[in-house]
């Protein structure tokens, strides 16, 4: 399921940062139970907040979605 | 905006394959206004919904996104 696989994808490029879900919510200004509720695939996110989550990453919205 | 590039993309991929909103709305069982709304950049559209027009396209999400 494409939620799966995107909450999973965000998690990888968030753990090439090295940094918490926590720090990252925070970072983007994001509800950090809101956060990892979409690294575990739960949600059905919004584009908007796909971009932020990007954004966040350091990363285009084609790279996030390489391969799904 | 994120929302009317995507839009705009969506719409580029549905000429190519030479049908209208309406046909290719009911194609994928979506509402045609809705789905014009989204062609329109007027929609925070969500990621189920992205997959199921892109899918509707016969394209991938990493092709629907290429350089936005």
Same mark, same amino acid.
């Given at each position: 399921?494409?939620?799966? /696989?995107?909450?999973?994808? +965000? /998690? ?6 090295? +940094? @918490?879900?926590? /720090?990252?919510?925070? @970072?983007?200004?994001?509800?950090? #139970?809101?956060?990892? @509720? ?13 971009? /932020?989550?990007?954004?966040? $990453?350091?990363? #285009?919205?084609?790279? $996030?979605?390489?391969? $799904?």
């Amino acid at each position: 399921m494409i939620r799966k /696989k995107l909450g999973q994808r +965000i /998690k990888e490029f968030r753990h090439k940062l090295g +940094i @918490s879900q926590e /720090k990252f919510a925070l @970072s983007i200004n994001m509800d950090r #139970t809101y956060y990892a @509720s979409v690294e575990n695939g739960k949600r059905n996110i919004s584009i908007n907040n796909i971009e /932020k989550i990007a954004n966040g $990453l350091g990363i #285009t919205l084609e790279e $996030l979605f390489k391969g $799904l």
